[in-house]
Nanobody
């Protein structure tokens, strides 16, 4: 059993920064792919970014490229979503997800390829 625990959401003003955390416990994987998705009210879930745990390759949606990054901390078995220069359009519930193996690039953005999900954390960007 794998548990993903998220934290770090909140209400911020446009232009601010926020860092979400996702801590992985339980079974550990070799070479997983970790990702972040988000879902705004009335919209479908969308891919935000992903990272290959081994090697560190990262991939981002065009809407967040240059503003968001996905650092990780091996010692804490955790990864993060560092969000800078936040915009009102970034308002959503954010979910972390993990796949227990490497994903090809063309599959990264599809939620059905991930095995485990966090509970979600609300991020609101409002002045």
């Amino acid at each position: 059993q794998v548990l993903l625990e998220e934290s770090g959401g909140g209400l911020v003003q446009p232009g601010a920064s926020l860092r979400l955390s996702c801590t992985v416990s339980g079974r550990t994987f070799s070479g997983p792919t970790v990702a972040w998705f988000r879902q705004a009210p009335g919209k479908e879930r969308e891919f935000v970014g992903a990272r290959r745990w081994s090697g560190g390759d990262t991939f981002y949606a065009e809407s967040v490229k240059g503003r968001f990054t996905i650092p990780k901390d091996n010692s804490k078995n955790a990864y993060y979503l560092q969000m800078d220069r936040l915009k009102p359009d970034d308002t959503a519930v954010y979910y972390c997800a993990i796949r227990n193996s490497r994903l090809i690039v063309s599959s990264l953005r599809f939620g059905e390829h991930y095995d485990y999900w966090g509970q979600g954390t609300q991020v609101t960007v409002h002045s």
